[in-house]
Nanobody, 124 residues
Framework: QVQLVESGGGLVQAGGSLRLSCAASGRTFSSYAVGWFSQAPGKERQIVAA????????YYSDTVKGRFTITRDNAKNTVYLQMNSLKPEDTAVYYC?????????????????WGQGTQVTVSS
């Protein structure tokens, strides 16, 4: 089992950058695929980016491709989401999720463990 804690959210102007962190407890973190999901008010939670267990493979949604970068440092039990060129429509709560059963997942059902979320607000 793993516990996930997100940090790094905040208020930023359009065009700015933020780096989200997902810190995991447990010594088996390197055996988990990790995904970042976003949920805007009144909308469903959706995949933003995902990374495989050792970081060899990544996935990005079309809306963030070229602007966001997902990386991981298994020695620090942490996954990062670098968010550049932020837009007001990126405003949402961002959640990281851990999946021990998959290599790379794009659906909520692929993940077993979730953090509490961190708010990202992009002003125009």
């Amino acid at each position: 089992q793993v516990q996930l804690v997100e940090s790094g959210g905040g208020l930023v102007q359009a065009g700015g950058s933020l780096r989200l962190s997902c810190a995991a407890s447990g010594r088996t973190f390197s055996s988990y695929a990790v995904g970042w999901f976003s949920q805007a008010p009144g909308k469903e939670r959706q995949i933003v980016a995902a990374i495989s267990r050792i970081g060899a493979s990544t996935y990005y949604s079309d809306t963030v491709k070229g602007r966001f970068t997902i990386t991981r440092d298994n020695a620090k039990n942490t996954v990062y989401l670098q968010m550049n060129s932020l837009k007001p429509e990126d405003t949402a709560v961002y959640y990281c999720a851990g999946g021990p059963r998959i290599l790379l997942g794009t659906m909520m059902s692929h993940y077993d463990y979730w953090g509490q979320g961190t708010q990202v607000t992009v002003s125009s």
